[in-house]
């Protein structure tokens, strides 16, 4: 499958603001990719891209004071297949975890282990396989929080999602990392895009989205507490412990967002030199969804 994808965004500055992106595909998947994955910026400033400590390709840069523009399209081909579902993958021991994998058991900005270890026990304790029990925990993030980009909130963590019952999709993968690491799961939060292929369109621009990892089988496997179910199409930008690792943009000063728009369509190779249709959003409403 061939899917279209890029950004068009837009920030606002009054003095020179270095700045972190996480706005390209993992370095794994870049073999997938059938046309160059390039980022331009107007007016040009220089970009130095480099492999931060999760493995994410990042790119530093230093936005100017006025208007930058940030832009990115690329074709990129991945699986037609969904999710896969693995009912007999295993919970490892902590003992036999591989070295790489500890750091996520541990607490993090936005996933506070030991807020909630009576939640995630409770709801897993009569369950025997690692993949019963992730599943049981997402179903129960998923049916604990309303989604909603109004109430988006960048400083909402797992356990402040657990008791507001609120959030967009980044509370729903930080809750769901939560629970998963308050029974000794290790989980890794993932930001990337997500489209609307094979279910129906949501009546909202095109975001990022957000999901997580769960380490069980002896692999990472993908799942979505804002969706409770297998998707098609997930391309992933960057990987952490929660979204401070993976933010897809990071500011060392004050910048405002002043235009945002993300496509993500699947397409056929007839339409590779197609450009993508343009969707003016002209003032940001601060959603990462």
């Not at 994955?37 to 493995?55: A, K, S």
């Not at 070295?99 to 030991?114: A, I, K, N, P, Q």
């Not at 309303?146 to 402040?160: I, L, P, Q, V």
Request: hydrophobic share 40%.
């Amino acid at each position: 499958m061939l899917i279209r994808t890029g950004f068009d965004i837009c920030f606002r500055t009054w003095q020179p603001i270095p700045t972190n992106l996480l706005l390209s595909v993992l370095p794994e998947h870049e073999p997938q990719l059938r046309t160059l994955q390039r980022i331009v910026t107007e007016p040009e400033i220089q970009l130095h891209h480099f492999r931060d400590g999760f493995g994410n390709h990042a790119t530093r840069c230093v936005l100017p004071p006025g208007d930058t523009w940030v832009r990115g399209d690329f074709v990129i081909e991945v699986p037609d297949t969904a999710d896969p579902v693995v009912p007999d993958a295993v919970q490892h021991p902590v003992s036999e975890l591989p070295d790489d994998v500890l750091v996520y058991l541990l607490g993090s900005r936005y996933c506070e282990v030991g807020r909630l270890t009576q939640e995630a026990w409770g709801a897993t304790s009569h369950l025997a396989s690692g993949w019963d029990k992730v599943q049981a925990l997402v179903a129960l993030a998923h049916n604990r929080v309303e989604f909603g980009y109004h109430h988006a909130r960048n400083t909402r963590s797992g356990s402040d999602a657990w008791h507001e019952q609120v959030g967009v999709c980044r509370d729903f993968a930080h809750l769901a990392v939560t629970l998963c690491r308050e029974i000794n799961i290790p989980a890794r939060y993932c930001t990337g895009y997500l489209g609307d292929i094979g279910v129906d369109p949501i009546d909202a621009p095109m975001d990022f989205s957000a999901w997580f990892e769960a380490y069980i089988g002896g692999r990472w496997y993908t799942f979505d507490a804002r969706h409770n179910r297998p998707r098609v199409g997930r391309i992933v930008m960057a990987r952490g412990r929660d979204a401070t690792d993976a933010a897809i943009t990071t500011h060392f000063g004050p910048a405002n967002l002043v235009h945002f728009h993300v496509h993500t369509d699947e397409v056929a190779n007839t339409d590779l030199s197609r450009p993508p249709a343009e969707t003016v959003v002209p003032q940001y409403a601060g959603k990462f969804g």
